[in-house]
């Protein structure tokens, strides 16, 4: 089945403790992205990547970090997490671009205390 | 820069009465637009899109959505609403001046009461 798996779906963690959300795709698609949800202000882009080795910042990248060494993972990296990046994270994968539709993941509930 | 604004938070409407999610957007150059759909607890999924081509685009579930120039908007309607309607529905909108970003209004709460 074609899909974009992330993990974990839910998270709770603490000021400073380092994680990371992982994110992969079985479609062979170029492009992956990260979003944040938050109420009020919809789904605002954190990092895309048009290819391996290949990521650029969206509107929020601040404190946040990714890497694209494979074609099908995009790990998303919180490396000293606060409060304020509580929030629900969707990574999204799609055939080339922002052009294309995109195919998002479930979805990860983080809560950072 | 792209931009996309979805003025109304939440629009109700009585089953089987006809629905408008309104969407204005902001590009540089030539508008690809988007709607997605996110119901309670899921992901978001993809509605329908314009790209070039007639103004009215036809998605799934029976919406469709009409891409006006002249007033850089792309309104998301459907004849006849269903309870099963009910959800968030985002607007989205990239161009094809290189920026490979995607950007989404805040979205619009659609409740559909019996």
């Known amino acids: 089945e074609a899909q974009v798996t992330q993990n974990p779906r839910y998270l709770i963690t603490v000021t400073g403790k380092k994680l990371t959300v992982t994110c992969s795709q079985n479609?062979?698609?170029?492009?992956m992205s990260w979003y944040r949800q938050d109420p009020g202000l919809g789904l605002r882009q954190i990092y895309y990547?048009?290819?391996?080795?290949?990521?650029d910042k969206g509107d929020v990248p601040e404190g946040y970090k990714v890497s694209r060494k494979e074609k099908r993972n995009f790990p998303l990296i919180l490396e000293s997490p606060s409060p304020n990046q509580t929030s629900l994270y969707f990574c999204?994968?799609?055939?080339?671009?922002?052009?294309?539709?995109?195919?998002f993941g479930p979805g990860t509930r983080l809560t950072v205390l | 820069a792209q931009s996309v604004a979805q003025p109304e938070d939440q629009v109700n409407v009585a089953e089987g009465n006809p629905l408008t999610v309104k969407c204005t957007y902001s590009?540089?150059?030539?508008?690809?637009l988007f709607w997605y759909v996110q119901y309670p607890n899921r992901g978001l999924q993809f509605l329908l899109k314009?790209?070039?081509?007639?103004?009215l685009v036809k998605g799934s579930y029976g919406f469709e959505a009409e891409f006006n120039k002249s007033q850089t908007s792309f309104h998301l309607k459907k004849p006849s609403a269903l309870v099963s309607d009910s959800a968030l529905y985002f607007c989205?909108?990239?161009?094809?001046?290189?920026?490979?970003?995607?950007?989404f209004g805040t979205g619009t709460r659609l409740l559909v009461s019996p």
């Open positions: 990547s048009m290819n391996v080795e290949v990521t």
């Open positions: 590009v540089s150059g030539n508008p690809y």
């Open positions: 989205a909108v990239s161009d094809n001046t290189g920026f490979q970003k995607l950007v």
């Open positions: 479609m062979n698609h170029e492009y």
């Open positions: 999204a994968s799609s055939p080339l671009g922002p052009e294309d539709t995109q195919y």
């Open positions: 314009y790209i070039t081509g007639d103004n």
